[in-house]
């Protein structure tokens, strides 16, 4: 268990919808970062949050936003859903923003299925 | 960031040691070495980190090139549980850039019993 929380595990969705996937970080977490994993494509960095402001952007579309909470919690949220945005969410968290010589803490996953 | 090359995948048997290569030849001085590991259907999974010098800690090795072009994680004794895919990472701990670490394909490890 490595401490990070991510809800829901698994969602069901149609084209053109929006969801709102959650992570709780590690307790004295500040940093929370969010991660695309599709089947043909490896881990792709979307977006980083430190203690609710905005820090790094990866390669996150226009209809994706998130945030991070007062409580360190974030949400992923996605619109305008298409079929090829179905593929597993990971949050993960570290305790600094900078991950360098910090480890990073990654939670289950949410599994997007978009029909 | 500084890319990484890791073998597509490798095979071990189990309860022998296994010796996971990456190389990174334009790594820069400010450049950590991280490993992490995903298991079939979860997160990915913090192994073990450097800069300069090998690293030990309880579940793996980390053997860096003196010049550091190139990095080794060691697994001493692997079990059927060690079956994941292995990503070798660089972050350089300027923090310039996205903060986000930037994983490859990594390398598939088959443990056979």
């Known amino acids: 268990d490595s401490g990070v929380t991510q809800t829901p595990k698994h969602l069901i969705t149609a084209t053109g919808q929006r969801v709102t996937l959650r992570c709780s970080p590690r307790s004295g977490d500040l940093s929370v970062y969010w991660y695309q994993q599709s089947l043909d494509q490896g881990l792709q960095f979307l977006i980083q949050?430190?203690?609710?402001?905005?820090?790094a952007k990866g390669n996150i579309l226009e209809r994706f936003s998130a945030q991070q909470f007062p409580d360190l919690h974030s949400e992923l949220n996605l619109s305008s859903l298409e079929l090829g945005d179905s593929a597993l969410y990971f949050c993960a968290s570290s305790v600094e923003p900078y991950p360098t010589g910090w480890s990073m803490f990654f939670g289950e996953g949410s599994r997007l299925t978009v029909l | 960031d500084a890319k990484t090359t890791q073998p597509n995948s490798m095979e071990s048997n189990e309860e022998e040691p296994v010796h996971l290569p990456c190389n990174h030849s334009t790594i820069s001085g400010t450049d950590y070495i991280h490993w992490y590991r995903q298991l079939p259907s979860q997160g990915p999974e913090y192994v073990i980190h450097?800069?300069?010098s090998n690293v030990n800690n309880r579940m793996a090795s980390l053997a860096i090139a003196e010049d550091r072009k190139s990095s080794t994680l060691i697994l001493h004794r692997a079990t059927l549980r060690d079956a994941a895919v292995y990503y070798c990472i660089l972050r350089d701990w300027s923090g310039g850039g996205a903060d986000g670490l930037t994983f490859g394909k990594g390398t598939h490890l088959i443990i056979q019993p």
């Open positions: 949050y430190y203690n609710g402001e905005e820090r």
């Open positions: 450097g800069l300069t």
